[in-house]
Every structure is written in C-alpha cells, then in structure tokens.
C-alpha cells in the first residue's frame, strides 16, 4: 500500500458541511491512518468524525501529495469544506472540542488498521462540526490505499 496526505485551511463548515473530507474512487478504497485539525481562530469550535454516504456538493479538490514520489498517483480525493452537505452516516465516535486559540487543535490516530473507507466515489470519511458555529481550521488526512 502507498501513502498519501492532503491538507488545507477549511472554511467554517458545519454539522451538515464536512470541514475537510476524503473520498475512495470508484475501485479504489481507503484507509485513514491520521487526521489533524487546528483551530485558526479565537473561538472554541467541537468536531467530530462521521462516515459519509453521498458526495453532496464537495469543495475544492485538495492536492494529493505521495510519500514515496515512486509511488503511482492517488486514486481517492481529499476535498476542502463541502457547499451543499451530503448524507451523515455512522458517528466513529471521534470528537474534540478545539479551544478559542488559534493552533488549539487534535491529531486523531487509527491504529494499525486504519479506518476503512469502501471502494465507491459515494464513500467517505469527514469532519463536520458537532454542535454550534463552526469555525475555520487547519486540516490535513493520511491515508493508505
């Protein structure tokens, strides 16, 4: 498996609009290994991590960088803060609550098997703001695929 990364300054977002976001490709799937977030702002902004269903409007499409410039492309996408929110699936039960500092933030970790996004351009994992205003943040996601 190769590794990818991506990463961007998000827009606010919010609890329908992912902040930042990673889908698999048609017959490729993922598997998330890390995601950080910090907050760029002064307020206080909780996140958490949900399964996506649907691609809804995603934003910009992120670049992906290879850790192994060997390595073949990515196939999957990672996607800055969405416009028109696609469907929430399961709550993975990460969450964070990032203080009113800019650089208060979380890096989220997913041990040796990593968080499995299925093959399907529909399929992802992202972050959307748990409760309240969101926030714009500093993000980036590692994945294997």
């Excluded at 609890?15 to 907050?39: D, H, Q």
């Excluded at 990032?98 to 208060?104: C, D, P």
């Excluded at 040796?112 to 996004?117: A, F, L, T, Y």
Aim: charged residues 15%.
């Amino acid at each position: 498996m190769a590794r990818y990364s991506a990463g961007a300054k998000t827009s606010a977002g919010s609890t329908t609009l992912p902040l930042i976001s990673l889908y698999s490709a048609a017959a490729v799937g993922a598997k998330i290994r890390e995601i950080g977030v910090t907050n760029t702002t002064s307020t206080a902004v909780d996140i958490k991590l949900v399964r996506l269903t649907t691609a809804g409007t995603q934003g910009t499409g992120l670049t992906e960088a290879k850790y192994d410039a060997d390595a073949a492309a990515a196939s999957c996408t990672a996607f800055n803060t969405h416009s028109v929110g696609p469907t929430v699936g399961d709550d993975l039960g990460y969450r964070a609550s990032l203080g009113a500092a800019i650089g208060s933030g979380v890096i989220w970790t997913f041990g040796d098997q990593g968080i499995r996004v299925p093959v399907g351009t529909g399929n992802g994992v992202g972050v959307i703001v748990e409760n309240g205003t969101g926030q714009a943040c500093q993000a980036y996601i590692i994945w294997d695929e």
